[in-house]
């Protein structure tokens, strides 16, 4: 632990833990009571269809509905999203994907609400359906929306091009070309509490309260307050504790809040609106299949000259993040912008191509367009070292970015921010044993190993990018900190209270840190891109040190001592290096509360405004980033195509882990997720139809498919993070799924391209390549 910190870089005792293991930690559907009304929506019949008639007349006359809204019922616009307002709230004309509300229902219990969607009855003209972005983005497709505002030519969303160097040049000059056609899958969040909204309306001030499971609060006032038709400041939005959200609750908590909060308004009464879990699969966000055209160039010594890469993106039936000129923040955005990964290239083309189809929209999910990226440069530096007769680590230390180095995107990397990837493979190289021959079998397993690695900006990279909080000292020489971000699994509250307590010289208990609601916290943005313990911790900071300068300037006087000799610990004040001369800080406090000291403070902090040009891709998105390296070992039944993870080793630079418990949930948490995703995890489309739709056949990895996850913390500081910290949120999924397709090559001489590698793709493989 670094000299001179109490609190931070210890593992303390979670805020929430208690709550938590007790049961007592309240969810949003623990604040249900048997006066709302239940909500509830009749979904699309077709995935995409004209809606010819709608008649509603038997579901409004049953005893116990409240209301039935169709389109033309709605008080305000009829479209929300985080970046596009193209989402309808209720279909209107045509329906584009199976989640499209045809109407909704307000009744007074769940059992009549669903009996109403049964009496509704709706004419359809069905359309071609499309699961391919490939096949939608064809002249001849048919339009899911003729007219979007955003839409670049046809089905086609967008394009990101990003341009540097002489691509063609290098690939002439090149000694070695590798071109190979990667596929990733659509998959589900799977988060474990599902989407739910309870809005309430406030007779008092004509506005509207939303308590939803959600990880962006002024987000949705901001989206939402067009669609009740209400200005801002009448629409409050809080969330409590989340039960997991991996980016997806920044778009289906306006899904569930759009629908409870225009029956609110209609009935005024307050309403609650559940998904089921099947609706959740069906009805909201995934993260973004892609089809990846890789092609790199090398020189027989191994340094990588150029890379040439084509992304194709489903993005599913709505923008969600996406779609405006500027393209910073979007994932297809990412995917262009590491098509290199984490290697120093002077030339580089890349583009990104968002798609519109029939299937769920596409949103953010851990990684928000990164994992998908790396999967393809990491497997196409397999291949490069197989081709070199080179080790696949040495190579990668022979192309990776170093201080002074450029990216593709021409961001200049800096290792007063924290460069610790090379760290990070060495630890790796040495705890897996790379260098030792890896035990085989005489029977039918064949047994592998594999290794990635990454980077990843903390951050979002649009322009407004920063974050804003309050901070409360009481006279008891106790701080009340409030954020506007959610706690959901991660431990927000908890990182928070270390680094206040930190900064202002109180003990951890000593904090409290409220969260999530509009009403209370200015707007610390949202919770997602890794951000909230640089981005939010940096604006704490901000806070506690105005009431620290504060404090100390006051005390000055009764100490007879120069502010700056002056120090704050464990609740007592004292000249440095005196601590005879210690006082009671609330004592202090109090004293400064008569004398009209102010002890409340608003912390602000803005990283370096980010950039990235639309027209060639150049910019500097991202303040820092952080690093990492994944080593698999995996066995495969030639039998059965069955592939077990025998061993995960993963190391991340985190630049300080402000809390190290926390930060080895994230990465084993990360690992394991990385893992489902590339060798289980895929949701099956036909004709815009899922046809996985639950946890029986949607897998996702349980205790007994992993191994024993080890993690390895780095910590090379980011000079502008608190402490030197950076984001841990997102890494730790990025590298498994490349770790282990090159795993298995290793142990089978095959190369699969596309993941999940499931045991029917696998066995199909063995079986096709003669390795039974």
């Given at each position: 632990m670094k000299k001179g910190l109490r609190i931070?870089?210890?593992?303390?005792?979670?805020?929430?833990?208690?709550?938590?293991a007790t049961g007592r930690a309240r969810y949003t559907s623990d604040f249900k009571r048997g006066d709302m009304l239940v909500a509830k929506a009749l979904w699309a019949k077709y995935p995409h269809a004209l809606i010819k008639s709608i008649d509603t007349s038997a579901a409004e006359q049953l005893a116990g509905v409240a209301a039935v809204m169709t389109a033309k019922d709605l008080p305000g616009r009829n479209g929300y999203g985080i970046m596009v307002p193209d989402k309808p709230v209720i279909a209107d004309g045509k329906t584009r994907y199976e989640g499209d509300p045809v109407a909704l229902v307000a009744a007074v219990t769940e059992e009549i609400a669903t009996k109403a969607l049964e009496l509704i009855k709706v004419?359809?003209?069905?359309?071609?359906?499309?699961?391919?972005?490939?096949?939608a983005m064809k002249d001849d497709a048919v339009l899911i929306h003729p007219n979007h505002p955003a839409a670049d030519k046809g089905n086609l969303l967008t394009v990101v091009k990003l341009d540097r160097g002489d691509v063609e040049k290098a690939f002439r000059e090149a000694d070695i070309v590798i071109e190979n056609y990667y596929e990733t899958p659509m998959v589900e969040h799977c988060y474990l509490e599902p989407d739910i909204c309870i809005a309430e309306p406030d007779d008092l001030t004509g506005g509207l309260h939303l308590i939803c499971a959600q990880q962006a609060v002024y987000a949705t006032k901001r989206c939402l307050a067009p669609v009740f038709n209400l200005p801002h400041h009448k629409v409050r939005v809080s969330s409590p504790i989340v039960g997991g959200g991996f980016g997806g609750k920044e778009d289906s908590s306006l899904d569930v809040a759009a629908v409870a909060g225009v029956l609110a308004l209609k009935t005024k009464k307050t309403v609650c609106f559940e998904l089921t879990r099947e609706e959740v699969f069906r009805t909201t966000g995934k993260r973004h299949a892609t089809y990846i055209k890789h092609r790199m160039a090398a020189t027989k010594e191994g340094k990588i000259t150029a890379v040439d890469v084509e992304t194709v993106l489903n993005k599913g039936a709505y923008t969600s993040m996406g779609g405006l000129r500027e393209p910073a923040h979007a994932v297809t955005m990412r995917t262009a912008a590491y098509a290199a990964g984490v290697y120093a290239v002077a030339s580089a083309k890349a583009r990104s191509y968002s798609v519109?189809?029939?299937?769920?929209?596409?949103?953010?999910?851990?990684?928000?367009?990164?994992?998908?990226?790396?999967?393809?440069?990491e497997c196409q530096i397999d291949e490069l070292a197989r081709r070199l007769n080179m080790d696949p680590i040495e190579l990668r230390r022979k192309n990776i970015l170093r201080d002074?180095?450029?990216?593709?995107?021409?961001?200049?990397?800096?290792?007063?921010?924290?460069?610790?990837?090379?760290?990070?493979?060495?630890?790796?190289?040495?705890?897996?044993?790379?260098?030792?021959?890896?035990?085989?079998?005489?029977?039918?397993?064949?047994?592998g190993r594999g290794f990635a690695v990454f980077m990843y900006g903390t951050g979002i990279p649009l322009l407004f990018e920063g974050a804003s909080c309050f901070a409360v000292l009481?006279?008891?020489?106790?701080?009340?900190v409030n954020i506007a971000s959610t706690e959901m699994g991660q431990g927000v509250m908890t990182v928070m209270a270390q680094m206040a307590a930190e900064a202002l010289g109180l003990n951890y208990e000593d904090v409290l840190v409220s969260f999530s609601d509009t009403g209370r916290a200015p707007d610390s943005g949202p919770t997602v891109g890794s951000r909230s313990t640089v981005m939010v911790g940096n604006a704490v900071l901000d806070a506690c040190r105005q009431l620290k300068d504060r404090l100390l300037a006051f005390a000055a006087k009764p100490f007879k001592a120069d502010p700056r000799d002056l120090a704050i610990e464990g609740g007592k004040i004292f000249v440095v290096g005196k601590p005879e001369t210690a006082e009671s800080l609330a004592a202090l406090i109090a004293k400064a509360y008569a004398s009209q000291v102010p002890l409340a403070a608003t912390g602000v902090w803005y990283p370096p405004q980010p950039s990235f040009r639309a027209e060639d891709g150049q910019g500097e998105p991202m303040h820092a980033y952080a690093f990492g390296a994944h080593a698999i070992e995996i066995s495969v039944d030639t039998e059965t195509g069955v592939i077990t993870v025998d061993r995960s080793v993963f190391a991340c630079d985190v630049g300080k882990a402000i809390n190290p418990a926390a930060v080895e949930g994230q990465m084993e948490g990360g690992a394991a997720q990385?893992?489902?995703?590339?060798?289980?995890?895929?949701?099956?489309?036909?004709?815009g139809v899922m046809q996985n739709a639950a946890f029986h056949n949607y897998m996702i990895p349980t205790i007994k498919d992993l191994p024993d996850l080890e993690s390895i913390i780095v910590e090379h500081p980011n000079e502008l993070g608190p402490f030197g910290s950076k984001g841990i949120g997102e890494p730790p999924i990025i590298p498994a799924a490349p770790a282990i397709r090159n795993a298995v090559w290793d142990a089978l001489g095959i190369k699969m391209n596309a993941i999940p590698l499931t045991a029917r793709t696998v066995l199909a493989e063995i079986q096709k390549n003669g390795k039974a």
């Amino acid at each position: 632990m670094k000299k001179g910190l109490r609190i931070v870089g210890r593992s303390v005792a979670r805020a929430e833990a208690l709550a938590k293991a007790t049961g007592r930690a309240r969810y949003t559907s623990d604040f249900k009571r048997g006066d709302m009304l239940v909500a509830k929506a009749l979904w699309a019949k077709y995935p995409h269809a004209l809606i010819k008639s709608i008649d509603t007349s038997a579901a409004e006359q049953l005893a116990g509905v409240a209301a039935v809204m169709t389109a033309k019922d709605l008080p305000g616009r009829n479209g929300y999203g985080i970046m596009v307002p193209d989402k309808p709230v209720i279909a209107d004309g045509k329906t584009r994907y199976e989640g499209d509300p045809v109407a909704l229902v307000a009744a007074v219990t769940e059992e009549i609400a669903t009996k109403a969607l049964e009496l509704i009855k709706v004419e359809y003209e069905v359309l071609t359906a499309y699961d391919d972005p490939r096949e939608a983005m064809k002249d001849d497709a048919v339009l899911i929306h003729p007219n979007h505002p955003a839409a670049d030519k046809g089905n086609l969303l967008t394009v990101v091009k990003l341009d540097r160097g002489d691509v063609e040049k290098a690939f002439r000059e090149a000694d070695i070309v590798i071109e190979n056609y990667y596929e990733t899958p659509m998959v589900e969040h799977c988060y474990l509490e599902p989407d739910i909204c309870i809005a309430e309306p406030d007779d008092l001030t004509g506005g509207l309260h939303l308590i939803c499971a959600q990880q962006a609060v002024y987000a949705t006032k901001r989206c939402l307050a067009p669609v009740f038709n209400l200005p801002h400041h009448k629409v409050r939005v809080s969330s409590p504790i989340v039960g997991g959200g991996f980016g997806g609750k920044e778009d289906s908590s306006l899904d569930v809040a759009a629908v409870a909060g225009v029956l609110a308004l209609k009935t005024k009464k307050t309403v609650c609106f559940e998904l089921t879990r099947e609706e959740v699969f069906r009805t909201t966000g995934k993260r973004h299949a892609t089809y990846i055209k890789h092609r790199m160039a090398a020189t027989k010594e191994g340094k990588i000259t150029a890379v040439d890469v084509e992304t194709v993106l489903n993005k599913g039936a709505y923008t969600s993040m996406g779609g405006l000129r500027e393209p910073a923040h979007a994932v297809t955005m990412r995917t262009a912008a590491y098509a290199a990964g984490v290697y120093a290239v002077a030339s580089a083309k890349a583009r990104s191509y968002s798609v519109f189809t029939n299937t769920p929209y596409s949103c953010a999910f851990r990684g928000f367009g990164v994992p998908q990226a790396i999967f393809a440069v990491e497997c196409q530096i397999d291949e490069l070292a197989r081709r070199l007769n080179m080790d696949p680590i040495e190579l990668r230390r022979k192309n990776i970015l170093r201080d002074g180095d450029h990216t593709i995107y021409g961001q200049v990397m800096k290792e007063s921010r924290g460069l610790g990837l090379e760290e990070c493979m060495d630890k790796v190289r040495d705890s897996i044993g790379w260098d030792k021959p890896l035990a085989q079998s005489a029977g039918p397993v064949k047994r592998g190993r594999g290794f990635a690695v990454f980077m990843y900006g903390t951050g979002i990279p649009l322009l407004f990018e920063g974050a804003s909080c309050f901070a409360v000292l009481n006279n008891d020489a106790t701080l009340n900190v409030n954020i506007a971000s959610t706690e959901m699994g991660q431990g927000v509250m908890t990182v928070m209270a270390q680094m206040a307590a930190e900064a202002l010289g109180l003990n951890y208990e000593d904090v409290l840190v409220s969260f999530s609601d509009t009403g209370r916290a200015p707007d610390s943005g949202p919770t997602v891109g890794s951000r909230s313990t640089v981005m939010v911790g940096n604006a704490v900071l901000d806070a506690c040190r105005q009431l620290k300068d504060r404090l100390l300037a006051f005390a000055a006087k009764p100490f007879k001592a120069d502010p700056r000799d002056l120090a704050i610990e464990g609740g007592k004040i004292f000249v440095v290096g005196k601590p005879e001369t210690a006082e009671s800080l609330a004592a202090l406090i109090a004293k400064a509360y008569a004398s009209q000291v102010p002890l409340a403070a608003t912390g602000v902090w803005y990283p370096p405004q980010p950039s990235f040009r639309a027209e060639d891709g150049q910019g500097e998105p991202m303040h820092a980033y952080a690093f990492g390296a994944h080593a698999i070992e995996i066995s495969v039944d030639t039998e059965t195509g069955v592939i077990t993870v025998d061993r995960s080793v993963f190391a991340c630079d985190v630049g300080k882990a402000i809390n190290p418990a926390a930060v080895e949930g994230q990465m084993e948490g990360g690992a394991a997720q990385g893992i489902g995703w590339g060798v289980m995890e895929e949701q099956v489309m036909e004709n815009g139809v899922m046809q996985n739709a639950a946890f029986h056949n949607y897998m996702i990895p349980t205790i007994k498919d992993l191994p024993d996850l080890e993690s390895i913390i780095v910590e090379h500081p980011n000079e502008l993070g608190p402490f030197g910290s950076k984001g841990i949120g997102e890494p730790p999924i990025i590298p498994a799924a490349p770790a282990i397709r090159n795993a298995v090559w290793d142990a089978l001489g095959i190369k699969m391209n596309a993941i999940p590698l499931t045991a029917r793709t696998v066995l199909a493989e063995i079986q096709k390549n003669g390795k039974a």
